[in-house]
Structure formats: structure tokens, C-alpha cells
């Protein structure tokens, strides 16, 4: 496995959401991150198959457009009722306008349409990670959080799906939930756990 020896590290999202977490992940470590929406990188078209495919990608596509290393994200909520959609399709559910107030509002319209019934549905996030250099070295790493759905939406903290996920053994959303408890169990930090393991 390749060590990220550079200082600064492009991080391949325009989701603030996703950067702000990540840059919490990594405030311990001596390393600059910026957002590739600051560097004027576009956002490459999702055409992968699975997280990995799609995280190594857009890693892929920052790096080489800032010759730095870059940190890629693909992140989404998997719904076994429905057939596990959103899945990769997380973000796009929400929109052009990443409007996940509707997203989440068709998630509870889907299933009960399908089940007949929108309370304790199964349900897990995954997140996966791709480091990659200009050269065209990546590394994945993939992290999951099961847990059960929860209708209406509760808690404005976190962002995307958050507000309708209680993950397993808890009994409040990741939408009510503060960031550093949230840091501790999250698919994102499983899998940030897995890169620092790996990549630092």
C-alpha cells in the first residue's frame, strides 16, 4: 500500500457536507485539505456501477486535474425494500438542486407504496473512500452502518439522509445526532479508519 507523503490533498466532492466531515477526519493529521469545487474542478459523471467504481473516479478526476492526491467520497443509503435504492443513486434522488428534503420524502412515498408501511424499514449507509495520485494510483476502502428508518425526518445536524437513519443500537437519527458521536460510528469513518490504517 502506497503512504500519502504530500501536504496537501484535494478532496473530490462539491458536497459540503462531505467536506466538512472529512476535513474533521483529518484535522489530526499535518495535511492542507481543499475542496475541488475551490480549485474550479468539475464533478466528473457517476457512470460506475458501485461506490468503489464511482469514488475511484471522481478521485481520479481531481487528482489529475490538480496534480495533487485526491480524496474521493461515494456515500448513500441502501433500502432493502427497495430493492436497495437509493444505493448509488443517493444523491441523484435529491435532485439538480440536492434537495433531500424530497429525497427523503420519496424514500417514505416508495415504501410505503411498496411495503404498505414507512416504520422500522432496514436500511444501512455505505460509504466508500478512494485515495488517488496523478500517476494513477488509487486505493479503496469501504465502510457500512446498519441501522432502521425513521419517518417524519428528526434533527437538522449532519446532512443528506441523515435525518431519517437511527442507526443500530441508538435510538436517535444521525440528524440529532452531534458530529463527534457521529465521527465515533459512522460508514464514513469506518472507512477512514480502514484509509488511515492503510494510506498514513
Not at 16 to 27: I, M, P
Not at 52 to 71: D, T, V, W
Request: proline share 5%.
Amino acid at each position: 500500500m502506497r503512504k500519502l507523503k504530500e501536504k496537501k490533498l484535494v478532496l473530490a466532492t462539491h458536497n459540503q457536507g462531505k467536506v466538512r466531515e472529512l476535513a474533521d477526519l483529518l484535522a489530526r493529521f499535518d495535511i492542507q485539505v481543499v475542496g475541488a469545487e475551490k480549485l474550479g474542478i468539475d464533478e466528473p459523471e457517476e457512470t460506475g456501477e458501485t461506490f468503489k467504481e464511482n469514488a475511484k473516479l471522481k478521485a481520479l478526476h481531481s487528482a489529475r486535474a490538480a496534480s495533487l492526491p485526491a480524496l474521493a467520497d461515494d456515500s448513500g443509503l441502501v433500502v432493502p425494500a427497495l430493492d436497495g435504492q437509493p444505493g448509488i443513486y443517493s444523491a441523484r434522488w435529491a435532485g439538480p438542486e440536492k434537495n433531500f428534503t424530497l429525497a427523503m420524502k420519496k424514500v417514505e412515498e416508495e415504501l410505503l407504496a411498496k411495503t404498505g408501511d414507512t416504520s422500522g424499514n432496514l436500511a444501512h449507509f455505505v460509504c466508500a473512500l478512494s485515495l488517488a495520485w496523478p500517476d494513477g494510483t488509487t486505493m479503496e476502502f469501504e465502510g457500512k452502518i446498519h441501522g432502521i428508518l425513521n419517518f417524519p425526518p428528526r434533527g437538522n445536524k449532519g446532512f443528506g439522509y441523515d435525518p431519517i437513519f437511527i442507526p443500530k443500537d441508538h435510538d436517535i437519527t444521525f440528524g440529532e445526532m452531534d458530529a463527534t458521536a457521529k465521527h465515533k460510528i459512522s460508514h464514513r469513518a469506518k472507512a477512514f479508519n480502514q484509509l488511515i490504517r492503510n494510506a498514513f
